[in-house]
C-alpha cells in the first residue's frame, strides 16, 4: 500500500517528483488564496523606511503589484525561504531570521538598537503581533501594511473529500488559514489516526488549539521541510 500524502499547498516540481519518486500517495491542494487589499503605494516614500518586513510570499507579490522595485532603497527582511527566494528574483538580499516566524524575527533584531529605527511591515489582513509589539517595546517606529487578505478555496471541496475517504496517512498545513479551511470543508472524523504535521510553530498553535495533536515539527519551517520529514518517515514503513 502506498503511503498517502495531503499536503495543503501545492509544491514546487521537484518536491513533487521526490515525492513521487518514492511512491508516495500525493494531493498537494491549496485550501486558501489571497486577494489583494487597496494601499497607497507612495506610503513607501512618505514613510522612508529603514527596513521593509516581508511575512511571506504573497506579501511579496502583492506589495510588488503596486509598489516599483526601484522605490525600495532599504533592508528586506524575509520571513521564511520562499519569502526570500521571491525578494532575490527580484533583485534583493534580505536579510532571513533562522526560525520562520515572528519570535525569529524577535530573535533577528533583539540585540540591535532598534530606537528611532523604522519598520514598514507588510502583512495580511490577519496576522499575529510579536515582532509588532516587540518593536514598540523597544522604541522603534513601526507602521503596518496590509495589502493582502485570505479567504478559503473551497473549489476542490470534493477532491478533498474523495482523497480521505479511504485514509491518509500524514496531513501537512502550511497556515493556520489551510488548517481552518480544511476543517471547515470536511468532518473532522477524517483526521482520526492521521499523523498531522505543521510548518511551523504558529500552525501547530492553531492546530492544538482545535483540539488535535500534532505529529512532528519539520526541521526546517518550510514546504521542502516539510517534504524531507514526510521522505523519513516512509523510508522507516
Known sequence: M????????KLPTDLERELLSR???LLALPLIKTVPVEFNPLILRAFSPDYVVFSSKNGVKWFFDRVSVEWVECETVAVGSSTAEKLRELGFSPLVPSEFSGEGLVDLFKGKDLRGVRFLLVKPK??????????KERGAVACELIV????YDTSKKEELLNFFKSGVDFA???SPSNFKSFL???PTKVLEGVNLIPIGTTTKKAIESAGFRCYTLPGEFSLKGIVETVLKEVQGV
Do not use: C
Not at 126 to 135: E, N
Open 2 to 9: 502506498p503511503v498517502k500524502v495531503f499536503i495543503s499547498s
Open 23 to 25: 511512491g508516495v500517495e
Open 126 to 135: 490577519v496576522s499575529r503581533r510579536v515582532f509588532s509589539d516587540f518593536l
Open 148 to 151: 493582502y487578505e485570505t479567504v
Open 172 to 174: 501537512a498545513f502550511t
Open 184 to 186: 471547515s470543508q470536511v
